[in-house]
């Protein structure tokens, strides 16, 4: 196995997240990022291995399979060939761990996270080493791990947590799911074996895990070792791998107190049990040295006699124990599904045979019946067919007496149809009249309709005029009023004029009187002393009635018999106004304008 299929899993994880849009591709750009990071890591940064990535094919993106060609023919072929399985683990460790770097948010991002980012991290390794790259068209191209190999990791972290596996439960579940995602692998391990359990022990189950698959120990515990300067024997915790046997003073150091590399030339060898000598020993001859090791029992004993020389088997091997051992499992569970697929195959090849035989008789017997049913039928078909037979002589029969009548009917229609004729054409005729006068009552209508809106025209000036005339009727009635109130006031007036009436007539008298005795007396130059307001031969002259006020006097007395009370009321408001305000009597007063009729309301044409 080369060092690029023992990466893809871990590689592709790291693709799989710069493909943001998740459609099988990823920009250049982005993985020219990745491919100089492999390249540091794989110790050929001087080669600037990510170069010719710009140049490789015209697109600007790539999917996984031509990135794992470029890396294949472009950085991986440059690493040499005699690549020691210690150098090949520890690249796959550091590139494994660069994709985790990548792939950690996503894998962190969960719902209800149980375990702690170092299991998780450990069981993304476990899952990258024991997972394969599948290119089904349901499943599209992404790693996935295998039920067979879930159920082996599950049923080892679930002994390391001290519980029993229930491999009847999960194979319920791997009916249901064939293939897991990693996170549905660890979804299923948090939720069904993680809760409610302590960290430590997660941590401590995880690493048993680990240890298992990535680091390939095939078996761990505690063993006893000659000690070469003193008798006795000292306990060591030993972990065996397939390339060394490592032991500890305490579980738990960081470096081993021993350490013995393996080789196809290592010799392990089961020492004879002697009286004496402490039981369960066990050899090991490696570089030169040879290590006599104790067991507790004699079953730890030949388990790591066997763990030993399978150790030994692997290793010069370029992958490692668990990967042969997963590469085989995977190999008969593929044997095993294609075996099952042929089987189904035939199976169901052979119920095909047998149904199709089964309709094979199945048909020949409903031929059969349908043959002796399409006899008997045919019996009654014929008997059927001379009752029709004579039927139809009948109906011939009745057919030509019937087409005669038919021929007497349809000579009868002739008739009908030439009255019909006429009869069309007449009302023809009625409905050209019909719509003569229709045409006519049309453009009568349309006359109608004119004088209509001419009238509604005259009706809309009438109303104007009504609205005009009772506005003009509301100023005329307001004059009316107006013309009242100084009726009322005139009248007024004249009530007192007619009062005073008397006082102006006696007054006049009096003074006519008076002038004819200064007419008479004028020459003796005697006035009379009865008045104080003749005393003064000035004031007399100017209450003196001129000529054409007797004039006027005596007009209106002799023509109206006699001084009407319009003519009265004129001299007193003259006589009164000569007394008050010493008006010339000589002008005859204005006589004021009769008040102007009412004019009577119009009333609106109909």
Not at 94 to 117: G, Q
Not at 369 to 377: C, H, I, N, P, R
Request: with cysteine; proline share 4%; charged share 30%.
């Amino acid at each position: 196995m080369d060092l690029l299929q023992m990466t893809e899993n871990s590689i592709w994880h790291a693709f799989n997240v710069l493909d943001t849009e998740q459609h099988g591709s990823v920009a250049k750009s982005k993985l020219k990022v990745l491919t100089q990071n492999l390249g540091t890591l794989l110790d050929l940064a001087d080669q600037k291995v990510e170069i010719g990535l710009a140049e490789f094919r015209s697109t600007s993106t790539l999917t996984f399979e031509h990135y794992k060609f470029y890396l294949t023919h472009e950085v991986y072929s440059r690493l040499p060939e005699d690549l020691s399985p210690e150098q090949m683990r520890q690249y796959q460790a550091a590139v494994e761990d660069a994709c985790w770097l990548l792939f950690r948010s996503a894998a962190l991002k969960r719902d209800m996270p149980t375990l702690p980012e170092d299991c998780v991290h450990r069981l993304f390794r476990v899952f990258c080493c024991l997972g394969e790259l599948m290119s089904d068209p349901d499943l599209a191209q992404q790693v996935v791990m295998n039920a067979g190999e879930v159920d082996y990791v599950a049923s080892k972290f679930v002994q390391a947590l001290g519980r029993v596996w229930d491999s009847a439960d999960f194979k319920q579940l791997a009916e249901i799911i064939h293939h897991f995602k990693f996170a549905i692998f660890l979804a299923f391990l948090e939720t069904r074996y993680a809760q409610d359990v302590e960290i430590e022990a997660l941590r401590e189950a995880v690493s048993e895990v680990y240890d298992l698959v990535v680091e390939d120990v095939l078996l761990s515990g505690q063993l006893h070792r000659r000690a070469s300067c003193l008798r006795g024997y000292r306990p060591l915790w030993c972990v065996l791998t397939p390339r060394a046997l490592r032991c500890f003073r305490r579980r738990g150091d960081a470096r081993p107190c021993l350490e013995l590399m393996f080789s196809p030339q290592t010799q392990v060898a089961n020492l004879i049990e002697q009286a004496g000598v402490r039981p369960n020993r066990l050899s090991v001859t490696a570089d030169g040295r040879t290590v006599q090791l104790a067991a507790p029992d004699y079953k730890t004993k030949f388990q790591w006699l066997s763990a030993l020389e399978t150790a030994v088997a692997f290793s010069a091997a370029p992958q490692g124990h668990q990967r042969h051992l997963a590469a085989a499992r995977r190999a008969d569970w593929h044997q095993t599904e294609a075996q099952q697929h042929e089987d189904d195959r035939r199976r169901l090849s052979q119920i095909n045979i047998m149904d199709s035989t089964k309709a094979e008789l199945e048909a020949e017997r409903l031929a059969r019946a349908a043959a002796e049913a399409q006899a008997a039928e045919l019996e009654m078909q014929k008997a059927e067919e001379e009752r029709k037979l004579a039927e139809l002589e009948e109906t011939r029969l009745e057919l030509e007496r019937l087409l005669q009548e038919e021929k007497q009917a349809k000579r009868d229609e002739e008739l009908v149809r030439s009255a019909q004729s006429r009869h069309i054409r007449e009302e023809w005729e009625r409905r050209e009249e019909l719509e003569r006068l229709q045409s006519e009552l049309t453009v009568m209508l349309d006359e109608e309709r004119q004088k209509r809106e001419a009238f509604e025209v005259l009706q809309k000036t009438k109303e104007r005029q009504l609205e005009e005339a009772q506005r003009h009727l509301r100023e005329v009635e307001e004059g009316r009023v107006k013309l009242d109130q100084e009726l009322k006031a005139a009248r007024s007036k004249l009530i007192a004029a007619e009062r005073s009436k008397g006082q102006v007539e006696s007054k006049l008298r009096v003074r006519e009187r008076d002038v004819a005795l200064l007419a008479t007396h004028g020459q003796t130059g005697l006035l009379p002393l009865r008045s104080a307001s003749f005393r003064d031969p000035r004031e007399f002259a100017r209450l003196a009635p001129s000529s054409s006020f007797r004039a006027e006097l005596n007009n209106n007395t002799r023509g109206r018999g006699g001084a009407g009370p319009t003519t009265r009321r004129r001299l007193a408001a003259r006589v009164e106004e000569a007394e008050t305000d010493e008006v010339d009597l000589s002008e005859p007063p204005e006589v004021p304008p009769p008040p102007p009729p009412t004019p009577a309301a119009e009333h609106p044409a109909g």
